[in-house]
């Protein structure tokens, strides 16, 4: 069973949004776990965006301050991240994986890119 399932990517024009999700499978106890959506843009490495705690405290990257918003939905083992006003440089893989990362729960992840 996959752990962290990712959907919701796209291709969006600059200033729009998308709203991504991540299922998580019931082995891995979500509830329980700091949540993090990282991204990894072509040549660069990857980087944490965002991550939420069991109690709802949240961080952002400085690059996404305002303009994205994470949150979880434990009851459906689920997070999820809201991108708004979406610029170019935000074009990535965008992953979903435990804080810190667990190698095991990376998986496919999903293509954001924005584009006119």
């Known amino acids: 069973q996959v752990p962290l399932v990712e959907s919701g990517g796209g291709l969006v024009q600059p200033g729009g949004s998308l709203r991504l999700s991540c299922a998580a499978s019931?082995?891995?106890?979500?509830?329980?776990?700091?949540m993090g959506w990282y991204r990894q843009a072509p040549g660069k490495e990857r980087e944490l965006v965002a991550d939420?705690?069991?109690?709802?405290?949240?961080t952002y990257a400085d690059s996404v301050k305002g303009r994205f918003t994470i949150s979880r939905d434990n009851a459906k083992d689920t997070v999820y991240l809201q991108m708004n006003n979406l610029k170019p440089e935000d074009t990535a893989v965008y992953y979903c994986?435990?804080?810190?990362?667990?190698?095991?729960?990376w998986g496919q992840g999903t293509q954001v890119t924005v584009s006119s």
């Open positions: 994986n435990q804080r810190p990362p667990l190698g095991i729960y």
């Open positions: 939420i705690t069991t109690t709802g405290r949240i």
């Open positions: 019931r082995s891995i106890f979500f509830s329980l776990r700091t």
